[in-house]
């Protein structure tokens, strides 16, 4: 099985594997995607972004398929077997984000790299700016896209934000304990704002911060909220930058956010 150690001729580094006989690596010098089996023998292999620390790629084992997320704008499921495409996901146009392709990041709702029953992929949005200039469409700028592992299509319309909405780079979806939702931080023009999203259909309420508070905050300069075991309490951690002290940003606070159940 995979949990004995096996010899490779390339510098690797394992991204996934099926739960028996198959892994994911990725070649950091050829610039692939290989999968190996018991014995470290290639089964197939993809070009792909592959860097020393796999930051730029992201794979989940879902069943019969291996779905890979490189930062390209396209997210792909291939068979396990032989490296078959199944399906291709490709992040919309400026039209309905103005969030460039190479900055949505990936994650799953199982919270790992395993995807069962019932789990999404998200894709996620994980730079500061926007796009220079950029217009979207009525429906706003898509900062969030639900995949359906099985499909490759989007489980639910994408979460979005208007033409002042800003986030803050990084993860932006906290999983709740129980992996049935998640929060997301942002601003909303000068308005802080905590959005709850139910991962079964995408409905999702936004409160202002603000609304939500009993702490004075005032001069925080960033914040993250984080789900807990009560739907109805958030944590909320804060803290503020000074320019002179670089280790300004190190110290934050904590506090309890009630939202609607």
Same mark, same amino acid.
């Given at each position: 099985?995979?949990?004995? +150690?096996?010899?490779? #001729?390339?510098?690797?580094?394992?991204?996934?594997?099926?739960?028996?006989?198959?892994?994911?690596?990725?070649?950091?010098?050829?610039?692939?995607?290989?999968?190996?089996?018991?014995?470290?023998?290639?089964?197939?292999?993809?070009?792909?972004?592959?860097?020393?620390? #796999?930051?730029? &790629?992201? =794979?989940?084992?879902?069943?019969?398929?291996?779905?890979?997320?490189?930062?390209?704008? @396209?997210?792909?499921?291939?068979?396990?077997?032989?490296?078959?495409?199944?399906?291709?996901?490709?992040?919309? #146009?400026?039209?309905?984000?103005?969030? +460039?392709?190479?900055?949505?990041?990936?994650?799953? @709702?199982?919270?790992?790299?395993?995807?069962?029953?019932?789990?999404?992929?998200?894709?996620?949005?994980?730079?500061?700016?926007?796009?220079?200039?950029?217009?979207?469409?009525?429906?706003?700028?898509?900062?969030?896209?639900?995949?359906?592992?099985? &499909?490759?299509?989007?489980?639910?319309? =994408?979460?979005?934000? #208007?033409?002042?909405?800003?986030?803050?780079?990084?993860?932006?979806?906290?999983?709740?304990?129980?992996?049935?939702?998640?929060?997301?931080?942002?601003?909303?023009?000068?308005?802080?704002?905590? &959005?709850?999203?139910?991962?079964?259909?995408?409905?999702?309420?936004?409160? +202002?911060?603000?609304?939500?508070?009993?702490?004075?905050?005032?001069?925080?300069?960033?914040?993250?909220?984080?789900?807990?075991?009560?739907?109805?309490?958030? &944590?909320?951690?804060?803290?503020?930058?000074?320019?002179?002290?670089?280790?300004?940003?190190?110290?934050?606070?904590?506090?309890?956010?009630?939202?609607?159940?």
């Amino acid at each position: 099985t995979l949990a004995e +150690p096996v010899e490779l #001729d390339y510098y690797a580094s394992v991204i996934t594997d099926n739960g028996s006989d198959l892994a994911l690596v990725g070649d950091v010098m050829s610039q692939k995607l290989r999968v190996v089996d018991a014995k470290g023998d290639e089964k197939w292999s993809i070009d792909s972004n592959v860097n020393e620390d #796999d930051s730029a &790629t992201e =794979a989940y084992s879902a069943g019969e398929n291996v779905i890979v997320h490189d930062y390209s704008g @396209t997210t792909t499921a291939y068979s396990w077997a032989d490296g078959q495409k199944v399906w291709s996901f490709e992040l919309p #146009d400026a039209a309905s984000s103005c969030r +460039p392709a190479q900055s949505f990041g990936s994650q799953s @709702t199982s919270g790992g790299d395993r995807l069962g029953e019932g789990d999404l992929i998200l894709l996620e949005n994980t730079w500061m700016n926007p796009e220079e200039n950029c217009e979207t469409s009525a429906e706003g700028d898509a900062v969030v896209y639900a995949i359906d592992p099985e &499909t490759g299509k989007e489980a639910w319309p =994408a979460l979005s934000v #208007d033409a002042d909405g800003e986030t803050f780079g990084g993860r932006l979806i906290q999983l709740a304990p129980d992996r049935k939702s998640g929060v997301m931080s942002w601003m909303d023009g000068g308005e802080p704002v905590v &959005t709850r999203v139910t991962f079964e259909d995408g409905s999702h309420v936004s409160v +202002p911060i603000t609304e939500a508070r009993e702490i004075d905050d005032t001069g925080a300069d960033y914040f993250t909220v984080y789900p807990t075991t009560d739907p109805k309490t958030l &944590t909320y951690v804060y803290g503020s930058m000074d320019g002179d002290d670089p280790m300004s940003s190190a110290v934050t606070r904590a506090a309890k956010l009630t939202v609607p159940a």
